[in-house]
């Protein structure tokens, strides 16, 4: 059974950059047509697509969020990694890691307030 389980900090400041990492465990992260990403939900908003990163290491990013995330991966430990630049408290969420051909495997989600 595929689980996800995000960690990092819970309080970052603005203009620091967040870093979350998704750690997968029962299965890899390399898994022909699997898409591992970032969601996140503001508070009384609805879900939000952060980016992915595919079986590949291919990548891709909300346009909304600019030049601000990256997302990496690191094969042997099956974790993934989100680092979003700059952050302001609008980036203020519930991050979410999912896992899969079609969102499938869920983390419990982390909040990050943005904070000084």
């Known amino acids: 059974q595929v689980q996800l389980q995000e960690s990092g900090p819970g309080l970052v400041k603005p203009s620091q950059t967040l870093s979350l990492t998704c750690t997968v465990s029962?299965?890899?992260?390399?898994?022909?047509?699997?898409?591992w990403s970032w969601l996140r939900q503001p508070p009384g908003k609805g879900l939000e697509f952060v980016g992915y990163i595919s079986w590949k290491g291919g990548t891709a990013y909300s346009p909304s969020l600019g030049n601000r995330p990256r997302i990496y991966r690191d094969t042997a430990k099956a974790q993934f990694t989100l680092q979003l630049s700059s952050v302001t408290p609008e980036d203020t969420a519930v991050y979410y890691c999912?896992?899969?051909?079609?969102?499938?495997?869920w983390g419990q989600g982390t909040q990050v307030t943005v904070s000084s």
């Open positions: 029962g299965g890899s992260i390399t898994i022909d047509k699997d898409y």
């Open positions: 999912v896992g899969g051909v079609a969102y499938e495997h």
